[in-house]
């Protein structure tokens, strides 16, 4: 375990490209070396079996030149297959039988909506019931505050994983791109695009910032969530009622059979990891060595609870069971997943406006992704601003990693994102009415 001062790196410049996650990868490829093979293994097809791959085989993507060695935590092609097939069963059906009406929040209708005479009996009252009803496993709340702490202390490299690694890396993906091809949402001529994303900067600030009691029932993280549960089940209704028009192309049927249900589990719970893990590993890349178990740990509890608000099914919450069995369901979604076409490179590279943008992205993506995403290679202009970015995101990690310093940080960081918060939800009330 390397000290909180980054040995080696806080010294030599040729070391500041180098991060902990390459060090992780190397190791394991000289691991695999030592007379384990590695096997080269590529996504499939929704129901397809992938090729069968032992415990204990080491295998890469050769889209993210990421290595690993299978185990019995992992999953495979056919059982993430059956994952695709399923929505959001209590939110759907209560959509199917009460549409929700224009200019009303979904959350006041659904706790005005006393009667089921539209729809089949229950529906309402099961809606009903997931406003008011927390996760029926123990809920660590001290964990969740001190999950929150860690975003906030560790903010700036918290937020550019997100837009880099978790955004722009995830909308590489094609069976999760296709969702915001035939919506536009991210899709559009700038700077749509962008509010976007600062409304889901919104939705993790108000989730962050609530303290334990405002990720229960009623609190406004949860009711957060919760609309954006109820805007995922609008879009995946209307994309299977509908069909699918993406921009410039005729209305389809959507393809259930290539693609599964919209915004299915499977989704859901690689895009839970991508906002939970891959910050983790995007803290630790910035500042150069690993967060505590206790963090990693804590951290992963607070997004349980969220993907649990936001129609995870328990069974497959992939942060409910540690960091190792989440490490495991990331990697194997990955494999299943992660093989980037024309569409999901248009997407990706749109949500970098600029070549110094473009940079900063290179380096947390890592380079055989950000080739394979068409990413183009820096000019050592943009190169310098984003190694320059980069350090200050690093100065800040180790500035907050100084006893005595930590509890001003944590205080004038909770300040500042407040603001933003308060700033964003003034201009633009996310996910009320007229997202619905």
Same mark, same amino acid.
């Given at each position: 375990m390397m000290s909180w001062l980054p040995g080696r790196a806080w010294w030599s410049w040729s070391c500041l490209p180098v991060d902990i996650l390459d060090l992780r990868r190397q190791q394991r490829c000289?691991?695999?070396?030592?007379?384990?093979?590695?096997?080269?293994?590529?996504?499939?097809?929704?129901?397809?079996?992938?090729?069968? &791959?032992?415990?204990?085989?080491? &295998?890469?993507?050769?889209?993210?030149?990421?290595?690993?060695?299978?185990?019995?935590?992992?999953?495979?092609?056919?059982?993430?297959?059956?994952?695709?097939?399923?929505?959001?069963?209590?939110v759907d059906d209560y959509l199917e039988a009460h549409p929700l009406k224009p200019d009303t929040d979904c959350i006041a209708q659904v706790r005005g909506n006393d009667v089921d005479d539209l729809g089949?009996?229950?529906?309402?009252?099961?809606?009903?019931?997931?406003?008011?009803?927390?996760?029926?496993?123990?809920?660590?709340?001290?964990? &969740?505050?001190?999950?929150q702490a860690v975003f906030v202390?560790?903010?700036?490299?918290?937020?550019?994983?997100?837009?880099?690694?978790?955004?722009?890396?995830?909308?590489?993906?094609?069976?999760?791109?296709?969702?915001?091809?035939?919506?536009?949402?991210?899709?559009g001529p700038h700077p749509g695009p962008f509010r976007r994303l600062l409304e889901t900067f919104q939705m993790v600030l108000a989730c962050s910032l609530c303290g334990d009691a405002g990720l229960q029932p009623g609190g406004v993280g949860w009711e957060? &969530?919760?609309?954006?549960?109820?805007?995922?089940?609008?879009?995946?209704?209307?994309?299977?009622?509908?069909?699918?028009?993406?921009?410039?192309?005729?209305?389809?049927a959507w393809e259930s059979a290539t693609y599964g249900v919209p915004i299915n589990q499977e989704d859901l719970a690689v895009t839970l990891l991508a906002f939970s893990l891959n910050v983790v590993q995007g803290i630790e890349l910035v500042r150069g060595w690993p967060l505590t178990e206790q963090e990693q740990n804590d951290f992963l509890h607070l997004w349980a609870v969220i993907g649990h608000a936001i129609g995870i099914e328990d069974r497959f919450n992939p942060c409910l069971h540690g960091v190792e069995r989440a490490h495991a369901i990331l990697e194997s979604i990955l494999m299943h997943q992660l093989e980037p076409n024309a569409h999901s490179r248009a997407v990706a590279i749109h949500l970098l406006p600029t070549p110094r943008i473009v940079a900063l992205a290179r380096r947390f993506l890592g380079g055989p992704l950000s080739d394979v995403l068409g990413f183009p290679r820096p000019s050592w202009v943009s190169s310098i601003v984003a190694t320059l970015v980069f350090l200050g995101m690093r100065a800040w990690a180790w500035a907050v990693a100084v006893p005595g310093v930590s509890s001003l940080w944590?205080?004038?960081?909770?300040?500042?994102?407040?603001?933003?918060?308060?700033?964003?939800?003034s201009r633009n009330p996310v996910f009320n009415s007229k997202h619905q």
């Open positions: 000289a691991h695999a070396s030592q007379g384990c093979p590695i096997k080269r293994w590529t996504p499939t097809a929704l129901s397809r079996v992938p090729e069968p &791959v032992a415990t204990g085989e080491w &295998v890469t993507s050769p889209a993210s030149g990421s290595v690993f060695q299978w185990t019995s935590a992992h999953l495979d092609g056919k059982t993430l297959d059956t994952w695709r097939l399923i929505g959001d069963g209590v089949p009996a229950g529906v309402a009252a099961r809606a009903r019931a997931l406003l008011n009803t927390p996760p029926s496993w123990a809920v660590d709340w001290a964990a &969740v505050e001190r999950g202390q560790h903010w700036p490299a918290a937020c550019a994983t997100l837009w880099f690694t978790s955004l722009v890396g995830g909308f590489s993906a094609p069976l999760i791109t296709e969702v915001i091809r035939c919506t536009g949402y991210l899709t957060t &969530v919760l609309r954006v549960r109820f805007l995922h089940a609008k879009v995946r209704r209307r994309l299977l009622h509908h069909g699918a028009a993406p921009q410039g192309e005729a209305l389809r944590q205080s004038m960081s909770t300040w500042l994102l407040k603001r933003h918060l308060r700033a964003l939800t």
